[in-house]
Nanobody, 116 residues
Framework: QVQLVESGGGLVQPGGSLGLSCAASGNIFSILVMAWFRQAPGNQRELVARVSNNGNTNVADSVKGRFTISRDNAKNTVYLQMNSLKPEDTAVYYC??????????WGQGTQVTVSS
C-alpha cells in the first residue's frame, strides 16, 4: 500500500505561480512512476506531468513550458511547480503513484483556482 498526501493549491491570479507537493509513504520502494493529474468540472481526469524513478519526465502539451515536475527521492516527495497560470488550469489536482505490481494510488486532491 502507498499513501499520498498532497499540499499546496489555492487561489491565484492569472499569470501567477503556485507549487504543489505530494508526499508518499508506505511501500515507497515499489513506486515506479509518480504523476500529477487534474480534473476540471465536467471534464475527464487528465495527465499533467509524470516522473519516473530514473528521473525521466513527461509534461502535457497544454502546460509545457509553464509547469515543471520534480521528484526528491530522499523525501519521497514529488513537486509540481506551476507558472504563468491560466484560468483554464483551474481544476482539482491529484497526485498519482504507480507501483511495480501495476497498482495505482491516488491522493485526496487539492483545488487550484486561477481567477482575478
Amino acid at each position: 500500500q502507498v499513501q499520498l498526501v498532497e499540499s499546496g493549491g489555492g487561489l491565484v491570479q492569472p499569470g501567477g505561480s503556485l507549487g504543489l507537493s505530494c508526499a508518499a509513504s508506505g511501500n515507497i520502494f515499489s513506486i515506479l512512476v509518480m504523476a500529477w493529474f487534474r480534473q476540471a468540472p465536467g471534464n475527464q481526469r487528465e495527465l499533467v506531468a509524470r516522473v519516473s524513478n530514473n528521473g525521466n519526465t513527461n509534461v502535457a502539451d497544454s502546460v509545457k513550458g509553464r509547469f515543471t515536475i520534480s521528484r526528491d527521492n530522499a523525501k519521497n516527495t514529488v513537486y509540481l511547480q506551476m507558472n504563468s497560470l491560466k484560468p483554464e488550469d483551474t481544476a482539482v489536482y491529484y497526485c498519482n503513484a504507480v507501483t511495480r505490481d501495476a497498482n495505482a494510488y491516488w491522493g485526496q486532491g487539492t483545488q487550484v483556482t486561477v481567477s482575478s
